[in-house]
């Protein structure tokens, strides 16, 4: 669940850059930014540093959106100060430092997440998207994600997208593309980003195939749900 909105580090998959997928994939936490929610209780934060922890969080969701990155940042840290039991601190976190091209420091944060929330989806799958970027444990980042969807099987659309560009990016290319299918079919028709990056990643793989038609089709259905210059380009490219 990219991954990931806002913020591209180059053209590529992360937004982030392995060949071929511009999308940012990791999800933002758990926060709802219209009004302070209750966050997961720590026994040793008392209520008021608690609250205040929430705040942090909070204010930092709305300046990344507004790509203030530096700022989002601080609140993050704020929050994690105020309540080291507060996850969505360290999974926000973990996001901009992806959003820098920091994937180290990106991996240790949602590794702290996970040592207070073992099971937490998004922890799991933005992790295993930190991994899928720097090329590396693409089994491990695999087996992430199973647990994700285990996690969280009420909402499998949020992982089946970080799952099947795994899969790709690993070489199994007809498991990727039926498992990208799978994600639009259960991926809400009101979640225009997350069918947007998925429609795109059925692109890029159905280019590379040779695949041209189909993947042009896909590329209008991102640029449909999400305009973007440089997916414009890349139609403009494929059906010339």
Partial sequence: MSPVKGGRIAAGILCLVLSGCSSYRVTVQGVEVDRLIESRKAPSAPEAEKREAVFHNDLGVLLEREDDLAGALKQYRLARQKDPGLVPAYVNAGNVRVKLGELGEAKRLYRAALDRDPANPRALNNLAWAMILEDGDLDGAISLLTLALASDPEHPYLYLDTMGWALYRRGDVED?????????????????????????????????????????????????????PQRERELEILTD
Avoid at 176 to 202: I, K
């Fill in 176 to 228: 990727a593309l039926s498992t990208l299918a799978l994600a639009l079919e259960q991926t809400p028709e009101e979640e225009a980003y997350l069918r947007a990056e998925t429609h795109h990643h059925l692109a890029v793989i159905l280019r590379e195939a040779g695949k041209k038609e189909e993947a042009a089709r896909h590329l209008r259905e991102s640029i449909r749900y999400r305009p973007d």
